[in-house]
């Protein structure tokens, strides 16, 4: 059965980095579209980043040169590098495929932890 395997995040001081890694396992698998997504406590999820089958991406414009967002095709693993982190960035980062036209098959999350 197909699952998205997410590693990655931890606990890091302000302007340290981490990446982030989602795995498609299961099956042979085609990304369309991932995303990466978070949430902080107390709030809503929100969208961080994408990457489509193409290679092109979109960032939240408060991680907009600060992470980024890429794949192995060959590995079916989407990274996502958070770098210059700062304590707002901390939350429960996900990671989700698109095939059509939701997300539609999560990963378990990951948390990340950011001090100030």
């Known amino acids: 059965q197909l699952q998205l395997v997410q590693s990655g995040g931890g606990l890091v001081q302000a302007g340290e980095s981490l990446r982030l890694s989602c795995l498609a396992s299961?099956?042979?698998?085609?990304?369309?579209?991932v995303g990466w997504f978070r949430q902080a406590p107390g709030k809503q999820r929100e969208p961080v980043a994408d990457?489509?089958?193409?290679?092109?991406?979109n960032y939240a414009e408060s991680v907009k040169g600060r992470f980024t967002i890429s794949k192995d095709d060959a590995k079916q693993t989407v990274y996502l590098q958070l770098d210059s982190l700062k304590p707002e960035d901390t939350g429960v980062y996900y990671c989700?495929?698109?095939?059509?036209?939701?997300?539609?098959?999560w990963g378990q999350g990951t948390r990340v932890t950011v001090s100030s």
């Open positions: 299961g099956s042979i698998f085609s990304f369309n579209n």
């Open positions: 989700a495929h698109k095939r059509w036209f939701e997300y539609d098959l």
């Open positions: 990457i489509s089958r193409d290679g092109s991406t």
